[in-house]
């Protein structure tokens, strides 16, 4: 069995966390180990939020290969995500038909950053190596060995995203 990690030090990949679900429960990412993944900040009410259409779109189309999405919800952009883990999960699964793993909200940025999250930003940081998450609907991708390849901006459509990770499903 994998170790959980759950502090701030350094990890050899993303299968070394452990994340709280939306149901509340403690899951290891370990349990997506061999698969594509696409870990997104997410929020109910932002200008991006259309965007659960194309990521459940993209989740049903490639899961058989072994893809995944794993939404974090995260409140920390204008407070988009001001509900808890119930009503987020309904507002998913009512509005936009979501089917994909759901999280626990967390925070990506300042003091209370999810370890997994500070894991991610040192992986791929972003423009000019910041990296600071700057809106809701960031989106990092993860290759079946649990390294993060690539990180996507709030403005990536999912759709935009499916070369990247069909090149990785292979």
């Excluded at 509005?95 to 992986?123: C, D, W």
Aim: glycine residues 10%; proline residues 6%.
């Amino acid at each position: 069995m994998s170790r959980r990690r759950t502090d701030a030090a350094p990890a050899m990949n993303v299968y070394d966390f452990s994340v709280k679900t939306i149901d509340g429960g403690e899951q290891t990412l370990a349990s997506f180990r061999e698969q594509v993944m696409l870990i997104v900040n997410v929020a109910s009410q932002c200008g991006f939020t259309p965007q659960y259409t194309g990521l459940e779109g993209l989740y049903r189309k490639l899961h058989d290969r072994g893809f995944s999405v794993l939404g974090f919800p995260c409140n920390q952009f204008g407070q988009q995500e001001p509900g808890g883990e119930d009503e987020i999960r309904r507002f998913c699964t009512q509005s936009y038909g979501v089917t994909f793993p759901m999280f626990a909200k967390i925070e990506v940025n300042g003091p209370r950053t999810h370890p997994l999250y500070r894991y991610l930003k040192q992986q791929q940081p972003g423009i000019l190596g910041s990296e600071a998450i700057k809106w809701n609907f960031t989106k990092f991708l993860v290759d079946r060995q649990g390294q993060v390849r690539k990180r996507y901006g709030s403005v990536d459509k999912p759709d935009s995203i499916e070369p990247g990770v069909a090149a990785l499903l292979g």
